[in-house]
């Protein structure tokens, strides 16, 4: 189906009438809802504001009763819950200060558990960092005890997981 001159012509007058897509689609025969608005777009025809809605039509509104000031906190009994839906309790819990821990300096004066450890001796509890250039025979790995969950020893997790923000600030100062 293509845009004939009566088409357009009758699309454009459907349109100022305030008729919808889909109804002109319906009207014009051959086209789908989508071509008629996308034939409307093109030729650039204006959005038509929606006519207010008669004043007998609309519903009186409804007074709103006052909220008490305060409402008297009632223990909760712990959450209820159906299926997926639960309700929460009323009482929100107070955030309390967590003291703040002196940051923890990690340093190489630990001793490994294994002298110049091999890829065969590193377990669980061993720090997994390469030490040295894996070609040659002095080639280890750290061997130290790590953190729980992390494969390398404190000092060595600090090297590789550090945050974005100082990676980026890191590579702004080695560019200079």
Known sequence: MSWTDERVELLKKLWADGLSASQIAAELGGVTRNAVIGKVHRLGLSG???APAPQAAQRPKKAVPAVPAARPQRPAAGPISIGATALKSEIMPVARPQP?????IFTLADA???E???????TEQTCKWPVGDPGQDS???CARRSEAGIPYCGYHSRIAYQPVS???RDRRVGVA
Do not use: G, M, T, Y
Request: hydrophobic fraction near 50%; aromatic fraction near 8%.
């Open 166 to 168: 100082d990676r980026r």
């Open 100 to 104: 703040v821990a002196a940051p923890r």
């Open 112 to 114: 490994p558990l294994v």
């Open 139 to 141: 080639f280890h790995f």
């Open 48 to 50: 038509r504001a929606k």
């Open 116 to 122: 110049n450890a091999s890829i065969l001796q590193l």
